[in-house]
């Protein structure tokens, strides 16, 4: 059985858990997730909540290839109020904070009891953040991406594509447990460093990933490798990720990452009832 440990408190994971994304940019790649203001903020933490949700993914910073990036201070400066404000409004929620700074990081979770570290650049934009993590004993997910969401595009080429990012997991969980880090969450990264093929590829593939025998994070919400392959937009990708994260359960996911909760929600109570029935 897969677990995490937060504060203490073993969450099991053998019923898949749906992270539900507060993005606290205006720039982020889909319009429908930004929000600004402190009642867009609670409405959507409360709208994930009440949709099923039992995580929630708060991130300042865009990850989309033509987004300006902040440095640790203009980070901190979009994220501690907001974190402020959702831990005091829901003060028993799974908060995770996306950020690739340490400093970022140690104060969301000193401060604002932040429970998870998702860190998109596997610890490769801070070489602070791996000790650090480990110094605050909380889960930590570890994804891949090459380069910077600016140049990632420019690092698709790999001698032996699945391979190589075996070895990426398998070299940073190495260090991380070196370091004390006990809950590893593995995200492999769609749409970071890969092509539209690659990422298909990936998702056929997925199964290889138990190999670490941590949980597996998906976070396919209404990305490029959807709405590129079917000429659409961003907006328009909802039916194309439940198909996605369908497959990805399938394939033994833990955690969702995504915009629509609901929906991902009901994907996960439509594969639960396939296994519990299936004789």
Known sequence: MKTININGRLIDLSTPRVMGIVNITPDSFFSGS????DSEIVERCAQIVREGGTMIDVGAQSTSPDSRLLDAKEEAERLMPALKLIRNEFPDLILSVDTFYADVAK????????NIINDISGGGMDERMFPVVGQLNVPYILMHMRGTPQTMQQFTH???FIQDLLFYFSERKAKLNQLGVSDVIIDPGFGFSKTISQNYELMANLKYFHIFEEPILVGISRKSMIYKLLDSTPEKSLNGTSVLNTVA???????????????????VKIIEKIRETDT
């Open 34 to 37: 930004r929000k600004g203001s």
């Open 107 to 114: 104060e969301a979770v000193e401060e604002y009891g932040v």
């Open 249 to 267: 359960l399938l394939s033994g996911t833990d955690i969702l990452r995504v915009h629509d909760v609901k929906e991902a929600v009901e994907c």
């Open 158 to 160: 790999y001698d032996h």
